[in-house]
């Protein structure tokens, strides 16, 4: 199908990726680099590693404020 280019008003393809006559980019394409990583990023497996180092860091925000509480306490506590 054949649209007409906003810039330089010729016909061109609804596909094209910019105007053959004049340049303007008529859609952004993704980059094989960006396409590659949307690609491998919802495989299963990744999926499955990026929810457990999700709780990984949890445990470790819950590991950090225990330890600071426990610092806390034997602080106030332990003073003369």
């Known amino acids: 199908m054949l649209i007409e280019c906003p810039e330089c008003h010729q016909q061109i393809s609804d596909e094209a990726v910019s105007c053959p006559h004049c340049g ?3 859609k952004a394409q993704p980059s094989p680099s960006q396409e590659f990583f949307d690609t491998w990023r ?3 497996e990744v999926k499955k590693i990026r929810k457990a180092q ?3 860091n949890v445990g470790m925000l819950i590991l950090t404020i225990i330890i600071v509480l426990v610092g ?3 602080f106030i506590f332990s003073a003369p």
Request: hydrophobic residues 40%; charged residues 10%.
């Open 72 to 74: 806390l306490l034997l």
């Open 42 to 44: 919802n495989q299963p």
């Open 24 to 26: 303007k980019v008529m």
């Open 54 to 56: 999700g709780c990984y």
